[in-house]
């Protein structure tokens, strides 16, 4: 058997006791594309999937993965002051527990949330003096991998940057 195909099975199969995940896992988040295989190791066994979008401000772009009626994870997009860090912007989220720094300080990413700045060439005529910052809390139960996460902020930061968010 492939890699691929093992690792498909093993994705439906809930072999360590998992349910079974008989939903499509998202290939987009609110508009930017994304490998579904960063997303899924957040996400929990069950039937259906939705993605919902919200703006609870004029800066903040919010995007929930909601799985049989819960959110498992949430997106976020924020306009935050030139100069803020990575760090800086985690605590103003949960989930963030432990966080580490990469060492260029444009990533904070923990087993269960990760902020992500994007570089200086993402400019918003909206946001004139602002830099955009992507944001992933989970909040699936038992569903903690900082590598993983790490993977996940640092490929949705680079589709971010490479978005009409960034022009």
């Known amino acids: 058997m492939t890699l691929a195909g093992a690792l498909a099975l093993s994705a439906c ?10 939903y499509t896992v998202p290939s987009a988040l609110c508009g930017i594309s994304l490998d579904p295989e960063l997303l899924d190791a957040f996400l929990p066994g069950g039937d259906s999937v939705s993605v919902k979008p919200s703006s609870p401000n004029g800066g903040t772009k919010r995007c929930d993965v909601i799985v049989d009626g819960d959110i498992s994870v949430r997106q976020v997009q924020a306009w935050w002051s030139n100069g803020e860090s990575a760090s800086t912007v985690a605590a103003g989220y949960d989930k963030m527990d432990d966080g580490q720094v990469t060492d260029d300080d444009r990533y904070l990413y923990s087993g269960t949330g990760s902020v992500g700045k994007t570089t200086t060439s993402c400019k918003s005529s909206d946001h004139p003096d602002q830099t955009l910052y992507a944001v992933v809390q989970v909040f699936t139960p ?3 991998d900082s590598g993983a996460m790490k993977r996940l902020i640092t490929a949705y930061t680079k589709a971010l940057e490479d978005s009409d968010e960034c022009r």
């Open 13 to 22: 199969s809930g072999g360590d006791g998992e349910a079974e995940k008989k």
């Open 142 to 144: 038992d569903r903690s």
